[in-house]
């Protein structure tokens, strides 16, 4: 079992930045892929950016590209979310998530292994 952590979120004004970060618990699996999700009430649960382990291959979103950075850290048991330029829509639950597939995922469907989610509120 993985087991992830999630932690950085905050409450910050719109233009500012926030750093997340998501380390794997008890156990590190080098050959998992890691993504972040956000989930805003009332909303599904959507894709934000994914990084395999080595750290050649990243995946965003496009309402993010160009203002969220993801990389990994720590011998490669942990990842982060750098969040620029942040919008009021960025507001969201975010949750790290790791699956064992060597290819990158973009469905919450795909990822086996969750976090209980980090509140980030960006305000104008």
């Known amino acids: 079992q993985v087991q992830l952590v999630e932690s950085g979120g905050g409450l910050v004004q719109a233009g500012d930045s926030l750093r997340l970060s998501c380390a794997a618990a008890r156990r590190t699996f080098s050959s998992y892929i890691m993504g972040w999700f956000r989930q805003a009430p009332g909303k599904e649960r959507e894709f934000v950016a994914a990084?395999?382990?080595?750290?050649?291959?990243?995946g965003y979103a496009d309402s993010v590209k160009g203002r969220f950075t993801i990389s990994r850290e720590n011998a490669k048991n942990k990842v982060s979310l750098q969040m620029n330029s942040l919008k009021p829509e960025d507001t969201a639950v975010y949750y790290c998530a790791a699956d064992s597939s060597v290819r990158l995922a973009r469905s919450p469907t795909e990822y086996g292994y969750w976090g209980q989610g980090t509140q980030v509120t960006v305000s104008s």
């Open positions: 990084i395999n382990w080595s750290g050649s291959s990243t």
